[in-house]
């Protein structure tokens, strides 16, 4: 029987949490790792994808782009959307729709998606760079179509990343006992019978 897990140690408080857990549902805990990878990356593929449709059906992505987008002299104008852009919440908005901008063109190059030729090559500039311009056409708004709607998509799913977790952490357990250790069961028998 292994030793428990140090609370000195930079991870224990996280180990002694899986491990009651794991105990607590009566799973494995590789088991319960591994279910809640596994829905971790499911809830944020599919709100990217909800959200990237709902931006194109109703057509905001450009405007919620445009909205958050910071306006030079607009300091100290009134109404919820210029309050919304000066908190924090817009500024961390903002550099969640950097990171989607610069994820949505990754893509969009690779696979051919927003208006990218498939396999073309980005300029070739350097990392800070690239940054700069990435961070440029989100602070200026000149973000438009399904890019936008990507980067509004990103972004939103960034937001949602505590309710992720949680949706996660409580799933997990369900999930390994239907899905995952069924299935490492029926691997598990196949290779006994291979090996015999």
Request: charge should be positive; aromatic fraction near 10%; charged fraction near 20%.
């Amino acid at each position: 029987m292994s030793s428990p897990p140090s609370p000195n140690s930079k991870f224990g408080p996280y180990k002694q949490a899986l491990a009651a857990l794991s105990q607590r549902t009566r799973t494995p805990l590789p088991s319960l790792i591994i279910s809640f990878g596994i829905l971790h990356e499911l809830t944020a593929i599919v709100p990217v994808a909800g959200f990237f449709f709902a931006a194109r059906g109703f057509g905001v992505g450009e405007g919620i782009v445009g909205a958050l987008a910071p306006r030079p002299g607009s300091e100290g104008e009134g109404g919820l959307a210029a309050q919304l852009r000066e908190s924090w919440v817009g500024e961390r908005f903002r550099e969640w729709m950097v990171e989607g901008e610069a994820r949505a063109e990754r893509v969009g190059r690779r696979y051919g998606w927003f208006g990218y030729e498939k396999g073309s090559k980005p300029p070739a500039l350097s990392p800070e760079e690239q940054a700069e311009r990435h961070a440029e056409a989100v602070l200026t708004g000149r973000i438009a179509g399904d890019v936008a709607n990507a980067v509004v998509a990103y972004a939103l799913t960034k937001a949602l990343l505590p309710v992720r977790i949680g949706l996660s952490m409580y799933l997990a357990p369900p999930f390994s006992r239907t899905f995952i250790q069924p299935v490492a069961s029926v691997v598990t028998r196949v290779f006994r019978r291979k090996s015999t």
